[in-house]
T-cell receptor, first 116, second 113 residues
Framework: KAGVTQTPRYLIKTRGQQVTLSCSPI?????VSWYQQTPGQGLQFLFE???????NKGNFPGRFSGRQFSNSRSEMNVSTLELGDSALYLC???????????????FGAGSRLTVL | AQTVTQSQPEMSVQEAETVTLSCTYD???????LFWYKQPPSRQMILVIR????KQQNATENRFSVNFQKAAKSFSLKISDSQLGDTAMYFC??????????WGAGTKLIIKP
């Protein structure tokens, strides 16, 4: 069974540009969550999608957005990049985080974004 | 607001020893889930163990077990017979009622040969 796949693994952008990261969940998983990991702030929740709907959103500015497609694949977009957006972006999938028996998150290897 | 605290930034033990990583959390919720994840240098976050707060019994997974003290809001991880492959960052996490994980700052665990 294939795991959670994130692309690209590494990317370098300059300030002001935008970036799109992709996440393919485990087959059958309908929930996709995104987390940002930085040395200073640690791991922070960005948002969660379930059945193409954003179910929850963390405390990030509107420059951070995402979506989920009918096949459960998800993308996140960051516009007008700032130096502070440099981070490891982790995607995780689960059957359904709202279901007590199915809320285990399986993570991808992450996308390392560097903003210059 | 919910918080998770891991008070040990780094720990180091010899191979085959037992090590305990500490985690405390703060919440007003009565039913929730707690997790330990490990993140090796490859950076893939891997689930170690999961605990449901309404279950009295401590979760175990092979060499990994937890000591869950609900009243004290404590959730420590014990690794028995530690192996070189256990070297990683270990994160304690709390799943809140919005189904998002609140993370601790992590403990860097080094297993020495």
């Amino acid at each position: 069974k294939a795991g959670v796949t994130q692309t690209p693994r590494y990317l370098i952008k300059t300030r002001g540009q935008q970036v799109t990261l992709s996440c393919s969940p485990i087959s059958g998983h309908r929930s996709v969550s995104w987390y940002q990991q930085t040395p200073g702030q640690g791991l922070q929740f960005l948002f969660e999608y379930f059945s193409e709907t954003q179910r929850n959103k963390g405390n990030f500015p509107g420059r951070f957005s995402g979506r989920q497609f009918s096949n459960s694949r998800s993308e996140m977009n960051v516009s007008t990049l700032e130096l502070g957006d440099s981070a490891l972006y982790l995607c995780a999938s689960s059957l359904d985080t709202a279901s007590s028996g199915a809320n285990v998150l399986t993570f991808g290897a992450g996308s390392r974004l560097t903003v210059l | 607001a919910q918080t998770v605290t891991q008070s040990q930034p780094e720990m180091s033990v010899q191979e085959a020893e037992t090590v305990t990583l500490s985690c405390t959390y703060d919440t007003s919720e009565s039913n929730y889930y707690l997790f330990w994840y490990k993140q090796p240098p490859s950076r893939q976050m891997i689930l170690v163990i999961r605990q449901e707060a309404y279950k009295q019994q401590n979760a175990t997974e092979n060499r990994f077990s937890v000591n869950f003290q609900k009243a004290a809001k404590s959730f420590s991880l014990k690794i028995s017979d530690s192996q070189l492959g256990d070297t990683a960052m270990y994160f304690c996490a709390f799943m809140d009622s919005n189904y998002q994980l609140i993370w601790g700052a992590g403990t860097k665990l080094i297993i020495k040969p």
